[in-house]
């Protein structure tokens, strides 16, 4: 099939065809005709399957073909992306397709000057591309009028739900007409996608072209197992040995980025670090060098790292793993896209085995593990010190099963325990908790016995002695009352 028997004008088709490309995606050849058509969809794919021109192109096509009433243009189409990146990757390609048939794009965002993006909104636009907090600062502030919006776009939904923008999601919708198309993509359908479409979807097309929660066929996905102290070295061994030459490394946050982006450039390899903290500016430039081959390792966290479209990105490395299995699927997204091959690697450390278990319970497939010479751990984590283990539990189980049973302990051993200081059983029934008297030879009256200590046999006491205890007084004889001594 080709873009010919998809319902596009002649000025997009030659668009396409300057673009490089001849053939649609399957989910372009499924999504455009039901956009033309005006139903609202929801569609899954991931990320690198061309879902960007599959609702870049019908709109385009729509918005051509009803030109604005008013000489002050109001936007028509509102894309919703959750990252600066991705606004900017879709902005550009909103204002390559739009120029050819005079419709006007804008992309807002925060982290830059707002008063600028009041002035090209005060000119007039027809496509907004925003992320929803800087959108409602407009909105907010009436910079914009929202009311003639006919198409409103939700591009990677799960990861603007996952950012927590799903209250500013429904405070948009408000400023939205209620008669309007809504187009949802998402690559992967946790059950807050589903009421997230129950509220803004009306009888939405559903739309698969694979499986959800699963990677794009073309990138081949290992791991090593390591330590969490040489994950480090581990990553720059295998760059230095296997050469890589542009590779986006993941860390689960900001500081690990920049920790990571200062080791590698100690083991002299060209490395820069992108997320949040850093700011616009910084950003589009380390993009650019990265791209250009001027910067060898891109270490990024999710949050920057969403819609970064860098063409023939063969490597992608988690150097931590995502504690979210849905973020596993958007990171190794980053390459082999639009049919290309591609390699994800993840470095596994024991802390990590309980997420590594999600991720393949996420993909329904378990994901091979490779070796290397001196990386991989020891410990009681290891699957092989695990199989050796039960090998030699089950040797000794083996040998209890056959070993004879153990003879009673004679007499002899038991005045050899007694010697060490164990007590025989017998003498043990015969004390008690306190010292008895021996019997025989009953004690005589007014004698009381002292504790702790037995009488001595054969030896009779007077009558009238007391024993004495302690500290007590004598029995019998009053104690005298000591005189104060006398002054002088």
């Given amino acids: 099939m080709s873009f010919d028997t998809l319902g596009l004008g002649p000025e997009l088709l030659s668009a396409v065809a300057s673009q490089g490309y001849t053939t649609p995606t399957p989910i372009q050849t499924r999504a455009i005709p039901v956009i033309l058509e005006g139903h609202d969809i929801l569609a899954g794919a991931q990320t690198g399957t061309g879902k960007t021109a599959a609702f870049v192109l019908p709109i385009v096509q729509m918005l051509s073909e009803e030109p604005p009433a008013r000489k002050k243009r109001q936007p028509r189409a509102l894309v919703l992306v959750p990252t600066r990146e991705l606004a900017a ?28 993006q009041i002035i090209r909104l005060n000119r007039g636009v027809d496509i907004v591309v925003a992320t929803p907090g800087r959108l409602l600062d407009h909105a907010n502030r009436k910079n914009l009028d929202l009311s003639r919006v006919k198409t409103l776009v939700l591009d990677e939904a799960d990861r603007m739900l996952d950012m927590g923008f799903i209250d500013d999601i429904l405070e948009v919708a ?3 007409p209620e008669e309007r198309q809504t187009l949802l993509f998402s690559a992967t359908y946790p059950d807050s996608i589903k009421r997230l479409a129950g509220e803004l979807l009306n009888y939405p097309r559903r739309i698969e072209t694979a499986r959800p929660n699963i990677a794009a066929e073309g990138v081949t996905q290992m791991a090593y197992r390591v330590g969490r102290l040489r994950k480090r070295e581990l990553l720059s061994d295998l760059i230095k040995k296997e050469n890589w030459q542009q590779v986006m490394v993941f860390t689960r946050t900001r500081y690990g980025a920049d920790k990571l982006t200062s080791q590698l450039i100690a083991d002299d390899i060209s490395a820069a670090a992108i997320h949040s903290s850093k700011s616009q500016s910084v950003r589009t430039r380390t993009l650019t060098d990265f791209r250009r081959g001027l910067v060898r390792i891109l270490v990024a966290t999710d949050v920057a790292a969403r819609g970064l479209d860098i063409s023939g990105l063969l490597r992608v490395v988690n150097y931590d793993l995502p504690d979210i299995p849905e973020n596993y699927v958007h990171r190794i997204g980053r390459t082999g896209r639009a049919g ?42 290891d699957p092989d010190i695990i199989a050796a283990k039960r090998k030699l539990k089950d040797k000794d189980a083996k040998k209890q099963k056959k070993a004879p049973e153990k003879a009673p302990v004679k007499s002899s051993e038991k005045t050899r325990q007694t010697r060490k200081g164990e007590k025989p059983p017998n003498v043990e029934k015969a004390r008690t908790s306190g010292k008895k008297q021996k019997t025989g030879k009953p004690e005589k009256a007014g004698r009381v016995q002292k504790t702790g200590k037995s009488e001595k046999p054969g030896r009779p006491e007077k009558a009238g002695r007391v024993q004495k205890t302690g500290k007590a007084p004598k029995a019998g004889r009053p104690q005298k009352a000591r005189k104060s001594p006398k002054k002088r």
């Fill in 174 to 176: 408000a400023f939205l």
């Fill in 340 to 381: 290309e091959k591609g390699v994800a690697i993840s470095l596994v450390s024991d802390k990590e085995q309980g997420w590594l278990i999600e991720i393949e319970r996420l993909l329904d497939h378990k994901i091979p593990f490779k070796r290397l010479a001196g990386f991989q751990p020891r410990n009681d984590s």
């Fill in 89 to 116: 990757q879709v902005g550009k390609a909103m204002q390559d397709y739009g120029r050819r048939l005079s419709l006007r794009a804008t992309v807002i965002y925060g982290g830059i000057n707002i008063n600028a």
